[in-house]
């Protein structure tokens, strides 16, 4: 069962591997991988057609999953779940 995240440190690791797992589900696995291995900011207009309808729904999904400090980075990604994510694996 998918739990929210409370943006601690200490339950990133367990969280990370829920989400990955439920959004692997959705066949978001691939550009989130991708994502979390990008060196620069991700940015709409870099991504293809199924990128950016995935990238919505990945923001969606944070948003809804996500408090405290990950909420914030969830928030100042702009609706660019990609850029997101990536940023959270990079923080971890």
């Given at each position: ?13 367990d969280w990370c591997l829920r989400f990955e797992a439920y959004t ?69």
């Amino acid at each position: 069962r998918l739990q929210r995240f409370d943006g601690t440190d200490e339950k990133w690791g367990d969280w990370c591997l829920r989400f990955e797992a439920y959004t692997a589900l959705l066949g978001f696995e691939d550009l989130m991988a991708n994502a979390s291995q990008s060196r620069g900011a991700i940015t709409v207009d870099q991504l293809g057609e199924r990128a950016i309808a995935v990238s919505a729904r990945l923001w969606h999904l944070l948003i809804t999953w996500c408090d405290g400090k990950a909420m914030g980075v969830v928030k100042l990604a702009h609706k660019n779940g990609l850029e997101a994510w990536r940023q959270g694996r990079t923080r971890a």
